[in-house]
């Protein structure tokens, strides 16, 4: 499976951005997907995940702000963004997974794509 991050940009406090991820060669709806976070000298971070079937997992640092959805017909999985802080920059990875369990732990991701960063700015 290729997946492939789009959306990044410069955004000021308080606003949005939608990422994008679209997948390639293999069977979409088959996977939970994820997006993480990764920060200049920090550890990948969970921000939001979904399952196959549509259920949403998010951080709770996130929760209120930022949306996941998927869409299977179009092999795509969206990451809706407000009221951006600047903390949250970071290059932001889309992830999948064949496998529905502890879908907030990187590691256990199957697929990533290459990442697309997110600047906000205060």
């Known amino acids: 499976v290729q997946l492939q991050a789009s959306g990044g940009g410069l955004v000021q406090a308080g606003g949005s951005l939608r990422l994008s991820c679209v997948a390639s060669g293999g069977t979409f709806s088959r996977y939970a997907m994820g997006w993480f976070r990764q920060a200049p000298g920090k550890e990948r971070e969970f921000v939001a995940a979904i399952t196959w079937k549509g259920s949403t997992y998010v951080a709770d640092s996130v929760k209120g702000r930022f949306t996941i959805s998927r869409d299977n017909a179009k092999n795509t999985v969206d990451l809706q963004m407000n009221s951006l802080k600047p903390e949250e920059s970071g290059v932001y990875y889309c992830?999948?997974?064949?496998?529905?369990?502890?879908?907030?732990?990187?590691?256990?991701?199957?697929?990533w794509g290459q990442g697309t960063l997110v600047t906000v700015s205060s």
């Open positions: 992830a999948a997974k064949s496998l529905e369990l502890r879908l907030w732990v990187p590691s256990g991701y199957d697929y």
